[in-house]
């Protein structure tokens, strides 16, 4: 850094807590992720982390790429161990550090959902952000509850590509009835940051449903990451919105709704898919947008 | 039986090579054995694969620590890595390089036989990969089946057929261009 | 002596120099990526209006956030989002040359 | 304090007595007491701790597992399917290097489903890493849940321990029970303070990739460590028996000394051993029974010295490893290898079938008429 | 027809093969690639097979226990953590006497996370009541999976099957393996037509509360059943060999008629240990290996005939039952009581550590130069 | 029975597919629940059952209390179990057998949730019907997440009994978007039987929660189940409602709805309750009815 | 010879004669709750309109669908359901003479 | 050390019989166990219980076969179980009934002292249970300290104080009533 350079205003926490030469890919959506949420959240953070990419991003003993204490769990087992952690805190008083619970989308929409169902139905003390890539991505691409309707992956190839629509991860955490749950997107750091922020603030479970792309698994170039990203909000297909005590907010309202065609093919997962499906992704892509547009409308702010 | 053992990087399909090779010995009925060494790959670090090739069953299951033949896909390895450690006395050394056998010292080893193929210039001409990063793992079989006389040229092609998933003829062509213009 | 910091590889002499389960310590700043990269990313002062979006999407970060932003060679991997997403095309895209 | 306990209260109260930070647990016949009578600890304020009342036992380790790693003392309780249930993180847990405590009531596995003692339950931990110990009474197990945090926590062995009672014959059967004084608990067992722990101070990654470069000594160091315990555990069991008086040993032998039949075993089976011992003394019979508190580390030395000079040994498993035999008879013909005294090897009371003194006798009856053999199954209709 | 696969690829063309009719297995590596190629096999219609694509290794197993219960032959895959995640249902799969195989990549187990070779997942298995086999190569593999099935079905034993591949060491490597035509596998095994299954004409509750008065005995045809394996396991090894010319043993010597030195191993370390008998033959010592296949049931007879003649034995085990020994040292010390032939207890290759001819020679150098011990850590930087 | 004595028309089927000699506490109403199930379902059923009550009141070895097929399955393996049978017989071809998990709230909400929401994101062709009792009580009454605010169970004590409300399975459910989900009673026979056939005719997974009171666990007289049964619905704390496809329906709207308090205080588990805590559950349970209304009103049939 | 039927009480003579796993045949039908009973319901066939909700809500089941309905006192485990359910207070209650 | 098996019917209380016996003596300082018959307890059911007591520690964990002392709770069962196997000769039975000791045949067993007490009317008297569902429990031990002398009244009275959550005073009372009354 040269020392005539003068700084700048930023629109993100100038902190960095994540240090570089960590092993995610190039362009890695998670990365930046967790660059962002320690931003927001600072070193007073104890981080649980199931096997995921992160398990191993973080970097191989005897070396770490956060800086903050990182507890690795069993996959299934984020939640709990989070659990376990700020109850910890608690019996020992401290009562400044939040605990994450960080998890790829296979580590809670699948094998780790029981564990994080039951620890926000006690509603523990942490926040819990799922870093959606829409795939097992550490083990090499297979599908997982979120993989979206049409990918390929390697356990859905191409002939039998996945059918049905991805678990809704929201609708079910947010029938829980926590005190807060939100989606963000890569694309959008500031809007998580603050999210995790408001989070940090409001006692009890907190979730965030995060969209971050994975290049590899996505088969795009690791330089459209942000752009894709971006793209699943402006056609809909990730709409970006919180729950707090049950009043539903769509934070992000997109006015030229892209047609999703444009982030499909963006992306070598869905290359294969006919026409036919295309419109059949946009017309469910617009059914789903709806019915969050009817339960804003009945349970917003306004209703 | 005959050990081979492969160096690149990351991303340059060593892999694969010890695939296709073992492959093409098993055309012509050997037992072959392939196989990485197992690690967490990354981009641009360096890679080893490992090929086995005897006449009887091959029983032994660890990694290759005296090789007969090293194949060095990235010449930009040597010196970075210990790459000419356990070579047996009087085994080959195959590199993609466009120097001669004759500008590489390994003394320390035994009286090696050295050669060297330019299988970027020759991927390259195949439309194998992109000038940044050429795609040499085909090309360097064809200097591998001339430079050992292990497999024939034509076993390499149809392995190629077999192993390699997409642009099968250039890359059986670049393995013939390199079988045919090996130094050493 | 903590992974918050900077510092030199870790090595241990055996088990009883390392710690009894596998608790790292040191800093990932130690793995230089820049062996990863084939592309090289170049700020052109000139076109650069220090909006900071390369920085602020930079994954690894290896941006620093001056102005106008400089990069950090040593960590850049090469992924081209900041090219990608410089709203004034003012980060070009060189081959490396190895 | 003495007090008529179960075994499941006892084991609370031992828990109770180790001021525990949080407890995590999921109930399960027959450890349900424990948990019920926690909560009730608890809820009374007689106990400070977090009870985190999760959804399943996997998750009730996984949160010990989190809680302990922030600096906390964690207890936790289970049986049978339970158990099984939290494998994954039972090995997790050692290999954390976490000295957790948790009471496991032996009971039978499914299906067909059975409530009833039977030890396959935690002997099928044998080669997770964890310390072990089983119970042979309920005073045992107030004393043992107390040692066992000690143990556990040392810096030089820094393992889990868990500790076994039978199903009924001790969860839900009332003795006498001694409770200690809690400041001459505290004196005995200090607060937790360990090194390694989640710090933001000293932040560390747990549980990071390791290389085969390192993987193989942290595993050496593990195998130290329960070295280490074989030597740490007598000094334990000694400073006990200084403070309360009450004596432990990682075996303990009755009327070895000059005994030709000995019957080694382990748990309730082994109090009633000795009662049979002592009838068979009064007929004539020079039997002996050695009990083996210590499962893992397994006393190997210990038992070799003091079987090798009988006449015959019998090794009573309650349970049986299917296509070998008894667990407890394999290790002790391994820790005999060498030796040859001949040795047997008896299945009782698998499913909670009762174990009687007649049972133990009819074992050194058929010691006596027959030649060595390793799986022979007391009562069983055929 | 002769292919060059990888050992997950053999294992699961021997599945294929074996038509299975329904698949439920969870990613791990490094078993990944036999999820994804069974993905590919079914997807193609090459197996007409459910794959039922399951949230979790515990719910794999889970799903096979209900689909073989219903009259479907089924296979799942998994290793290390998912194999661990797995075992109540592993436990309950062998009580609830379903053949089902399963394919376990041996990798080790976590924290730290390592995704490298060593059998410390399966061995934990032991006491559940499966029967385990250990292959060497790839062939095996592939056999194995075929043969298991035909045992695991054979109604005197109703007993499911593991088979164990060492992570990457055959994983991911390539080999010959020489397929079987579909119709010569069909006349080898027969439809899946079990007597026992959820049927409406003949509606039976399965696993329902089990007293004592039964359990016990239930247990005792487990044990039963495993005795049978040892005659059944041999006669389908027999009728293998006849049919596709492969031999096969529950144990496998290799130039033991006269060996002085004799190394006891497993897995992939027992083909490296017999090209290392080889070497130290060439040498002038007198050396024999001895590859243990079916681990469960032990052939506890077998590999006392081999070994008792021998001067020295040594066992090495890719494994630690910590605070005690090797598994397979152990149980081959139990199988020998009252022999005399000195033995030494060898862990290597924990984590993935490789183990080469020269670390295999190095025992050897150890045997001939030290007394007996338990454990001997090849390599280990201390 | 007599020769002489004549039949009646029947408002539920009359075949008895469930044997008495169960063992079932007296007035016990998971009992009942299986025996309309049966009826409904008939004998070209499987079931599968996890640790539970009725794993024992179908009865020890070598008995049973169903005329059909029962597998039993691990406590948190119900549904996974379920989707091996479901799947083994599209397998063999049997498309005539209906594949019915049966779980209580414990194996349902808690250890069991995650196996059940991975097989209905699968869309497995079965029924699952959860009985729900609102605690542990095969083990004796410990608190499950289903257990409601205020309730006293053995590991809830009086001193500190639940907080908090109960999960709300449904809407979790509902969430994963499967064909069928509905509410019953055991207090209203005709309604669960006519749901189990509707579910019956339609292929996927199908989800139904049924009210099936525990007079041992809730410390009320064996003859009160019903009794209770029905105020749990007539106070709006149970609604008796479905959702087909992505449709709600309340089936049963109370035209004069009870006090709450009518509910609670014929139960000896609420017994310690002060007057307010009555009060705020009152409220609780408006808030959540009103909260279904509006889901109907956006989501119903003339939505 | 399955569960769908009454049988006799199954009685094993040891392993040989068991199934190979916990598999049950036999119906709970040879399980005689009477003894569970401390109350009796009786009908009484001059209140009864034959509505047939005591049939509909008895848990066991053990009252057969007839008009008057009858109750199979063999299992009849006197919970109490069909005194309180019926609309016509048709059956009372008799406590059992043991 | 002397052992005592209760017999009665679930819901009857053998259970808590055999506990509060156990408690009782360990407040005269002895040495006690007390614990069920372990299976899934139903309502009506034949139910056993077992108390060991003895000066000495007791180590022996199986269940009781040769008891010294029976306890029936429930005349009922008196040939409906075999309730008197393994009484040792000169064993005591007491026994809740209206009838006396002599019309009793237990032949077969050597010569045993039977007592009896009207335990059902004893606890009615007192409020305890219904006219159906007499609670027979506490009552029949004060005839258990009077016919074996192993403990004192006042004891079971303590006992009863600690272990019996309701009605504490009624089941003291009624206790020593059926001390009062024992016949045999
Ligand atoms: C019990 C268990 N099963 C399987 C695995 C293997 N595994 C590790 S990470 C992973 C996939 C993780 O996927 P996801 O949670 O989506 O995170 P991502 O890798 O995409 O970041 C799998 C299957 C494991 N570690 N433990
Ligand atoms: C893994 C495991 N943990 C715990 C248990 C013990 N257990 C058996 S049934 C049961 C409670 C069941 O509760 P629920 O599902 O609500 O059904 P209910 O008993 O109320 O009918 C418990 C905790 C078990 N069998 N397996
Ligand atoms: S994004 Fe472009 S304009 Fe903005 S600071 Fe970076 S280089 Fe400059
Ligand atoms: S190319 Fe990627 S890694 Fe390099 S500076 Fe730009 S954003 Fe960062
Ligand atoms: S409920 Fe009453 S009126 Fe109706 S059938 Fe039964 S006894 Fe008769
Ligand atoms: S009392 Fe209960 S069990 Fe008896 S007939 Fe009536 S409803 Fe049925």
Redesign the interface.
Known sequence: MSAETKKVRLTLPENEVMSPGHLACQGCGASMAMRYALKALGRKTILSVPACCWAVIDGPFPYSAVGVPLQQSAFEAAAATASGITNALKSLGKDDITTLAWAGDGGTFDIGLQALSGAVERNENMIYVVYDNEAYMNTGIQRSSSTPHGAWTTTTPVKHYRKGQKKNIMEIIVAHHIPYCATANIAYPEDFIKKLQKAKSIKGAKFIHLFAPCPTGWKHGPDKTVKIARLATETNTFPIYEVENGVYKINKKIKNVKPVAEYLRAQGRFRHLPEDELEYIQSMVNKSYKRLEKLEAAFGESA | MVEIRFHGRGGQGAVKAS?VL??AA?LEGK??????F???E????PVTAFTRISDD???????I?DPDVLVILDP?LIGAVPLTDGLQPNGKIIINTQRKPEEFDFSGTENPSVYTVDCSSIALKHGLGS???PIVNTAILGAVAKATGLVGIDSIAESIMEKIPVKQEKNAEAARESFAQLMG | MTKKDDQKPIVFEGASDMPPMSASQGSMSVNKTASWRSIRPIIHEEKCKSCMICWKFCPEPAIFPTSPPTINYDYCKGCGICIEECPFDAITSEKEGK | MKRVLTGNYAAAYGATAAKVNVVAAYPITPQTTIVEILSEIVANGELNAEFIKVESEHSALAACIGAQSAGARTYTATSSQGLALMHELIHWTARARLPIVMTNVNRALGPGWSIWADATDSVSQRDTGWMQVYCENNQEVYDTTLMAYKISEHADILLPTLVNLDAFFLSHTSQVVDMIDQDRVDAFLPTYAPEYKLDIDNPRSFGSLTSPDHYYEFSYKMHKAHEAAKQIIPEVHAQFAKEFGREYGMTESYRCDDAEYLLVTYGTIAGTTMDAVDRMRDKGIKAGALKIRYFRPFPSEEVRSILKNAIKVGVIDRMISFGHEGAFFTETKAAMYGETVPLYGFIAGLGGRDVSIKDIESMVDKMQAEDPSNLIWIGVKE
Chains 1, 6 share one sequence.
């Open positions: 695939d073992a492959m098993f037992q072959v054995q392939s196989f990485p197992f690690g967490v990354r981009r641009g670090a069953q091959i029983r032994i299951h660890c990694y620590y930009t000038e940044a990063a």
